[in-house]
């Protein structure tokens, strides 16, 4: 599975989402949407979100990381909240590790706020995870 593959590669060799669970998140057209970001037909990033009432919660965005720092990231993001606006929705929200100063500085480019900290979010380092949220 190349959604797979590109998380792998993000995050060092192990993917945080067994395939299964991928799939599963991949599968919900209702609920949820995933947009590609491919270049010479070969994908290097990904994003998706979740619908949960009227709040689009980012599920992830990733871009290989030879690939990063070259717009893709936020041209995906950019995407995702015009497909929140058009699923009428009022709100993005996303975790992000406390320690991707990187995301959160983008993130915060586009508006989103911190609004909480869940400690030990990330079960395999048992990091915190910054909640943002971006009101439309």
Known sequence: MAF????????GGESPWSTA???MELSKKKYGRYIKACLDH?????????IEC????????????EY????????LLNELKEEAKNLSCHSMSLEVRASNQQAISVYQSFGFEQ????EGYYLSSRED??????KF
């Open 4 to 11: 797979q593959q590109v998380l792998k590669h993000v995050y």
């Open 68 to 75: 990063q720092s070259q717009g893709i990231g936020t041209s």
């Open 21 to 23: 669970i991928l799939w």
């Open 115 to 118: 609004v909480g900290i869940k």
């Open 42 to 50: 070969q994908l290097v990033g990904f994003g998706g979100i979740r």
């Open 129 to 134: 995870a910054i909640e943002m949220r971006l």
């Open 54 to 65: 009227d709040d689009a919660h980012i599920t992830n965005i990733a871009v290989l990381p």
